[in-house]
């Protein structure tokens, strides 16, 4: 067979042929295992051999490799298929057609695989199956007379699926004689309008050889509207080096997206762009056009030009319509007016929060709603003082230790800054051997922020330097971080009495503190320092890591618990600068609200949105809308169906329920209507990565991305294929505008985070966008502990701005010790509360930090249904009343048992009692109530569990009894 194979080959036509196909887009779906792409024949007459010559312009450099599978109009299977010639540009090829005359389809893209909710596993299909001998030889397949197929179109699945016309690939040989055309320019342009996204960067699209290069653009805009088109520059003949672009008779700013913008932080920024011979780079500009311009034609000019290349110059023509286009063009996505979004300062200012009052200074001390901080004539805290206690036992240092003992002369503390959010300080301190620089910062929520830049005058070896937070051991009692936490060894929770750390493993932060009183440090000056730095895996902040010599201890020391971050040996050159930034964050941030925990009652169900009826009844009056559902499909971009979503928040405000949104940063739905002005962008908002995943990803975005969630969406044709985003960049801009937005226009009242990429900077400005829309919207943030490692660390610079916590996936609250739940799950010593998720929790253990699941929410294969612990709440009356945890010194409620321990809740003169077990025995324990703590009596001496499903049975306790309580268990008790 391989003889006649060989043969066949050898004789084959080599000529080219080219062809005019249309590209079109099914009108009935197909199964899509078959995948995204087939063409259409006919075949005229009865024949056992047809043969194929079809110029399918594909992107895949690999088409040689990839099998594909031939229908007739029934979809039975071609079983004879002969390869002649297989590339990227054609296709070849003879096969037998089962079904006589009549249309056949090539599917040319098929995959095996499967999909589930949360990923894709699949590749396409390989190794065209051999054609049977005997039909090769009956047919003579090296004749020149086998009948030739038509090929009537080449058909996408969807529109979405479609590569028409920007990704239909130029023959390489047409590029040649384009190139060759115009040899003597250094770069060609091809202006495209926005409905024509230039997707294709190592290639160029068939449709620029038919158009050719041109210096003309046309475009048609509204008044008010931000008008946004391209220029493709393909660099033809050389490589290009730092393009730029300037404007001239422009009658409205313009903007190019790919040369700048607005970073994060409200900075005006420069990009450097380069251009590899060969390669293609869009550039993406916006017209600003207002609403007080005058319909007409206006014409202006664009420059382009490279370093020793050639400047050319593109003329454009702009048609306004009298038209006014509200919202800037905003509520079309195809318009793509939201990409001046990249470029928003919303809520970047020096404005406190609602939630917080104005910051005051008098000399040295800064008033905050939650502390009050007196500085040191260095700027660094002399003092804290949080719900009334001095949590230092002296002031915070930052030393230099050195053989030298040479004293440093100390300037005046010089407040640069006094605003209502922020206040900010400078001091210098020098000796003959350096000068040291410290720069501070407060803010109104209790956030310090340090840098601390040391300049050597000589070159000298300090023995170490170290940070040093004292702190009254009393007030010492719990902490997490630096290497604590799962996976790292021990868990947060109560404090060591001694402890050393080597950097290693994701950990940059700490907090040390109790229940009423601590401080969190972050040390800062890695590439990266915000959340879930296990997916980002920043190197060390390298000034404290100091080349693995730094490190972090805890000293205790009679009435001093000395928290010690330190570099050990280090090497200072002369003239050179260091610096070491750090941040503290004084907790609790806010005061303990337990009415709303208690009021806000949440149902979430990631595929069902919708609560039944009994559940709003029970007191449902907060809907989580997840992603992956009919009205919040596409993670991280909700836009696709705002008005779905807009229906929704409206019948439910009518039942006075609320509703929230899954919308964060990390990854982004392929159906972002920007993903190509995006991608346009290199590595800005897209991280790099090798590629794969889902079909749609591979044919399309086909190199430089980061796979991450996929899901198939029920009731949409469309899947969900995300791709992982960097970490800081302008799409932080466009998420806060996407905010207001949303809340503007949909109506949803706040957001729920799932574990996301960026930092407390991005909630000060979400809060402040929120504000300016709808006053008192709600955020709650979820974490999986097996994700984020270590959440409650990653996230206490979050928390001044969260408003409920759900930690949440892979917390295993059956093996959590007491002190673990309250410092890594409860969120009680920073002033939040929060709610239980993996396995649903254990509701007697949650009762006593004030928890309960959420309603609807699936977790190892059950429902969550809070609802009977909800109802037995309201009989007591909890949404007003007094917790008391077993954690305060006043505890009303002790047990015998120092495993089982008790929270009590006080309505006047009612009491509810909380009891939980962490023993591993079944035991008896007797209460010990403090009645003159309470300041009334119980007119009778009974205990009463009520029924309550799946929690516990009816009984009735005396005072004095023995109460029985199994292992992880405990009881709900009434007291009247």
């Known amino acids: 067979m391989k003889r006649i194979i060989a043969t066949i080959l050898v004789l084959a036509c080599t000529h080219c042929f080219a062809q005019k196909i249309p590209f079109t887009v099914s009108k009935k779906l197909w199964i899509d295992s078959l995948g995204n792409h087939r063409v259409v024949l006919q075949v005229d007459k009865n024949t056992d051999a047809v043969e194929v010559k079809v110029d399918w312009r594909r992107r895949d450099r690999d088409a040689d490799k990839k099998a594909f599978i031939i229908t007739n109009e029934k979809g039975e ?215 007080n311009a005058k319909a007409g034609n206006y014409s202006f000019s664009i420059k382009i030009k490279a370093a020793h290349a050639q400047e050319k110059t593109v003329y454009i023509k702009l048609i ?3 038209q006014i286009l509200k919202d800037r063009g905003d509520d079309d996505l195809w318009r793509l007016s939201r990409l001046r979004w990249l470029n928003s300062r919303a809520g970047i200012d020096d404005k406190n929060t609602g939630n917080y009052l104005p910051l005051q200074v008098n000399n040295y001390e800064i008033k905050a709603t939650t502390a009050n901080v007196v500085l040191d004539r260095f700027g660094l805290p002399k003092t804290i003082t949080i719900n009334h206690k001095q949590i230092l036992s002296q002031p915070i240092s930052f030393l230099i230790k050195n053989k030298t003992k040479d004293r440093l002369s ?189 009021a806000n009652r949440y149902y979430q169900n990631y595929g069902n949105p919708y609560p039944p009826e009994a559940d709003i009844k029970a007191g449902v009056n907060v809907i989580n809308v997840h992603h992956a559902n009919r009205v919040n499909p596409y993670i991280n971009y909700p836009f696709v169906r705002a008005d779905s979503m807009k229906a929704f928040v409206d019948k439910y405000h009518k039942e006075n329920v609320k509703t929230k949104i899954y919308y964060t940063i990390r990854e982004l739905s392929n159906q972002c209507a920007e993903i190509w002005a995006l991608r346009s962008l290199g590595t800005e908002v897209y991280s790099d990565g090798n590629g794969g995943g889902y079909p749609w990803l591979r044919e399309h975005l086909v190199n430089h991305y980061d796979v991450q969630w996929f899901t198939p969406i029920n009731g949409y044709e469309a899947c969900d294929a995300a791709i992982r985003t960097s970490g800081d960049s302008r799409w932080y801009n466009y998420y806060v505008e996407g905010l207001r937005w949303l809340v503007k226009n949909t109506g949803i009242d706040g957001l729920y985070l799932d574990d996301v990429a960026y930092d407390r900077s991005m909630l000060k400005r979400m809060r402040k966008v929120m504000e300016s829309v709808k006053p008192g919207c709600i955020i709650d943030l979820h974490s999986n502990t097996d994700f984020s490692k270590g959440p409650a660390t990653q996230y206490t610079e979050f928390f001044p701005y969260i408003d409920k916590l759900w930690f949440g996936e892979n917390f295993h609250y059956e093996k959590m010790q007491p002190d673990n739940w309250m410092v890594e799950t ?151």
Not at 282 to 288: A, E, H, K, Q, T
Not at 417 to 442: D, F, P
Not at 516 to 542: E, F, Q, R, V, W
Not at 916 to 940: Q, R
Request: overall charge positive; proline content about 6%.
């Open 410 to 598: 100390i300037s005046d503390l010089q407040f640069s800054k006094k605003a209502s959010g922020i206040v900010e300080w400078k001091n210098i301190a020098e000796n003959n051997l350096y000068k040291i620089t410290y720069i501070g910062s407060m803010e109104s929520d209790g956030y310090l922020h340090y840098k601390i830049q040391i300049t050597p005058k000589k070159d000298f070896i300090a023995e170490n330097i170290l940070l040093n937070l004292p702190i009254v051991k009393n007030d010492a009692i719990y902490f997490m971080g630096m290497g604590s936490g799962k996976p790292f060894g021990r868990n947060g929770g109560y404090r060591p009495t001694t402890y050393n750390w080597k950097w290693h493993g994701p950990q940059d932060a700490y907090w040390i503190g109790n229940y009423d009183a601590g401080i969190y440090c972050k040390l800062l000056g890695a590439t990266y320092s915000g959340p879930m730095l296990n997916l980002y895996h920043p190197a060390p902040p390298p000034s404290w890591y100091n080349n693995n010599n730094g490190g972090f201890s805890i000293n205790t020391d009679n009435g001093i618990v000395n928290t010690s971050t330190f570099t050990g040996e280090i090497s200072l050159k002369k003239d050179s600068t260091i610096d070491f930034a750090f941040s503290l964050l004084i907790t609790p941030v806010k005061k303990l609200d337990t009415k709303a925990q208690f």
């Open 77 to 291: 299977a071609v079983k004879n298929i002969f390869i002649k010639k297989i590339n990227r540009e054609t296709g070849d090829f003879i096969f037998e057609p089962n079904s006589g005359a009549g249309k056949y389809y090539v599917y040319y893209l098929p995959w095996s695989g499967h999909k589930w909710e949360g990923g894709f596993q699949g590749d396409y299909l390989k190794n065209q199956p051999e054609p049977n001998e005997n039909w090769l030889e009956k047919n003579h397949l090296s004749s020149t007379n086998i009948s030739q197929a038509k090929v009537m179109e080449i058909q996408a699945r969807t529109s979405f699926d479609s590569f028409y016309p920007m990704e239909v690939v130029a023959k390489e040989s047409e590029v040649k004689s384009l190139i060759l055309k115009y040899k003597t320019d250094d770069y060609l342009i091809f202006p495209e309008n926005r409905k024509h996204a230039i997707r294709m960067l190592d290639d160029l699209p068939l449709r620029w050889i038919q158009s050719g290069p041109s210096n003309q653009f046309s475009g048609t805009a509204e008044r008010n509207e931000y008008y946004v088109f391209q220029l493709g520059v393909f660099a033809s003949t050389k490589d290009l080096k730092n393009i730029e672009a300037t404007y001239e008779n422009s009658p409205f700013p313009i903007t190019c997206f790919n040369l700048g913008g607005v970073d994060s932080k409200g900075n005006d920024f420069k990009k450097t762009v380069n251009v590899n011979k060969g390669k293609v780079q869009p550039l993406w500009f916006g017209v600003d056009i207002p609403q």
């Open 826 to 976: 409860s969120g009680i010593p920073f002033g939040l509360m929060g709610d239980m998720l993996f396995s649903g929790g254990n509701p007697w253990r949650g009762l006593v930090y004030g928890m309960t699941n959420r309603d609807g929410w699936p977790t190892d294969g059950k429902i969550c249904n809070p609802k009977p612990i909800w109802r037995a709440l309201d009989k007591f009356g909890i949404k007003n009343a007094k917790m008391i945890g077993y954690w305060q010194p006043g505890a009303i409620v002790t047990t015998s048992n120092k495993k089982i321990l008790a929270t009590t809740y006080e309505n006047e003169k009612k009491l509810l009692i909380a009891i939980a077990s962490w023993d591993t025995d079944t035991t008896s324990v007797s209460l010990n109530i403090d009645w003159g703590k309470l300041g009334f009596t119980p007119k009778k001496n009974i205990l009463t569990a009520w029924p309550i499903d799946d929690f516990q049975k009816a009984k009735t306790f005396n005072l004095n009894d023995k109460i029985l309580i199994e292992p992880g268990k405990g009881w709900l008790l009434d007291v009247e």
């Open 320 to 322: 306004i319509r009298d």
